[in-house]
């Protein structure tokens, strides 16, 4: 009795931490579809500016055409670019569209109504000292280990509760009577009842099972071994993935780092390359090649992001962490 009061206990506690994990884990799983929704939508504003930029940059061409200040050849390059883009832009809209799918169908939002994703996709630094202790941490934080912990809680009550058998059973017992009798029903009193007590104690004692309670006892310890060489490889499992995820976020923080400055740099390149050639110092080729490298420049610095809050949210599943904006989940 005791052993399973306990026992149950250690479910109890076991099933929550359960619950638990899997709250994370569809956390984990939401915060990234987003974010792949948020790079998406970045993507098709990307992609419609540069497609306003261009057809303005074609009046101009065809201003400066009919004035005989360029050539044809530029005109028709300036008309290609808007060309080139027009099909770049649908080819974005829809992988936005199918990113908004993915989300609702993640979220389990069946009423297909339009979503509209009021943030930006931004940088979340996370504290360094997180990062820090990550290796640490995730070998107490993290659910899966917590479970495992319980689970050889069990293992170790089930190895006592199939040693009991070999104790012997000590079982106390009594009754208490209270009878009588009469052959007149009418006369019948008090003093024609009897008392009767009766009280003691059985002890028994197994001899021999047939190695029955070795072999169960047996049983239990080889499943307490492996639950504890399942811990030891979840471990290591755990400890390498955070020193990916950390990885990760070290080498996306650099490149969001190095492509905030490459954007700076194609910006300016393009107000330069633009104004050239309104100034006639500059070919239509140059201004094309300076909207193509602006907007691979800030296309690379959306992926950096992107691939910085993914990781973020793998670490924070992997630690069995909420975010604080996140912990109004019911518990």
Do not use: C, W
Request: aromatic letters at 6%.
């Amino acid at each position: 009795m005791i052993v399973g009061v306990g026992a149950a206990n250690v479910y109890s506690h076991l099933a929550r931490d359960l619950y638990y994990n899997k709250q994370v884990e569809t956390v984990s799983k939401v915060r990234k579809t987003y974010y792949g929704a948020l790079l998406a939508h970045e993507a098709v504003e990307l992609m419609r500016a540069s497609l306003r930029n261009a057809e303005q940059n074609l009046k101009n061409v065809r201003l400066m055409r009919a004035q005989g200040i360029i050539s044809e050849y530029d005109e028709l390059r300036a008309t290609v670019g808007v060309d080139n883009l027009r099909p770049a832009v649908i080819q974005s809209e829809t992988q936005y569209s199918l990113a908004l799918d993915g989300l609702r169908n993640v979220i389990g939002d069946g009423t297909k109504q339009e979503l509209f994703l009021s943030d930006s996709l931004a940088m979340n630094v996370v504290d360094d000292t997180l990062v820090a202790n990550a290796e640490q941490q995730v070998l107490i934080s993290n659910p899966g280990i917590r479970a495992i912990d319980r689970q050889v809680d069990l293992n170790k009550a089930m190895i006592f509760a199939e040693r009991s058998s070999y104790l012997p059973t000590l079982a106390a017992f009594g009754s208490y009577s209270y009878s009588g009798i009469t052959d007149q029903f009418s006369n019948f009193a008090l003093k024609d009842f009897n008392k009767n007590i009766t009280v003691g104690l059985s002890l028994s004692l197994n001899l021999f099972q047939g190695l029955q309670t070795y072999a169960k006892v047996e049983q239990a310890q080889l499943e307490q071994r492996k639950t504890e060489e399942q811990r030891t490889g979840l471990e290591r499992m755990l400890v390498m993935g955070v020193r990916a995820e950390v990885g990760n976020l070290k080498q996306a923080k650099k490149r969001v780092e190095v492509q905030e400055k490459t954007v700076e740099t194609a910006e300016r390149g393009y107000k330069i390359v633009t104004t050239r050639f309104l100034a006639n110092a500059a070919t239509q080729l140059e201004v094309n090649d300076a909207q193509i490298m602006l907007n691979q420049a800030k296309l690379n610095r959306m992926q950096a992001i992107f691939d910085y809050q993914v990781a973020l949210a793998s670490l924070d599943y992997l630690l069995g962490r909420i975010p604080n904006n996140l912990t109004d989940i019911d518990e």
